[in-house]
């Protein structure tokens, strides 16, 4: 039975490490699935009230192209995994990408993936102190904890 892998995916050197990373250590028959939570603004672009500050009104096209990169950013992410992915002897057709719009955060988004019939779980580590990572967590220490059926491996 081939194990069902989900790596979250985003534009980091951590995220990289991650794939770097299940490229050389997991089986090449797994089906893997490369995740990315896009924090999806869409909603505030079209939104047209007199309430919004003016701030905001005269800046609202340059905030939406921003979110618009993002995206670009997450899917170049995402195809330059699965080269990776593909040249470390993963069958293509066996890697698939999936970026979606924010639900409820990104940890519990991916935990929710995580949760829905996947064996293991990649995430990179993101390099912040300990004292930050007390107080504020992160979302690899949020996946790790919140993710009940799946084993997760973190990357550093």
Wanted: charged share 25%.
């Amino acid at each position: 039975m081939n194990k069902k892998v989900l790596i979250a995916v985003d534009d980091s050197d951590n995220a990289r490490r991650a794939v770097a990373f299940a490229a050389g250590m997991l089986d090449k028959d797994s089906d893997v699935t490369l995740y990315s939570v896009l924090q999806d603004h869409k909603s505030i672009c079209e939104y047209n009230s007199p309430s919004l500050t003016p701030t905001f009104q005269r800046e609202r096209a340059a905030f939406c192209a921003l979110e618009d990169q993002k995206k670009a950013l997450l899917e170049t992410a995402s195809q330059e995994a699965q080269r990776v992915l593909a040249a470390a002897g993963f069958s293509e057709d066996r890697i698939q990408i999936k970026i979606q719009a924010l639900e409820k955060g990104v940890a519990r988004d991916i935990v929710k993936k995580a949760d829905s019939g996947y064996d293991v779980v990649v995430i990179g580590k993101r390099g912040i102190s300990a004292a930050s990572d007390f107080f504020f967590g992160s979302v690899s220490q949020k996946v790790l904890n919140g993710v009940k059926s799946a084993s997760v491996l973190v990357v550093t």
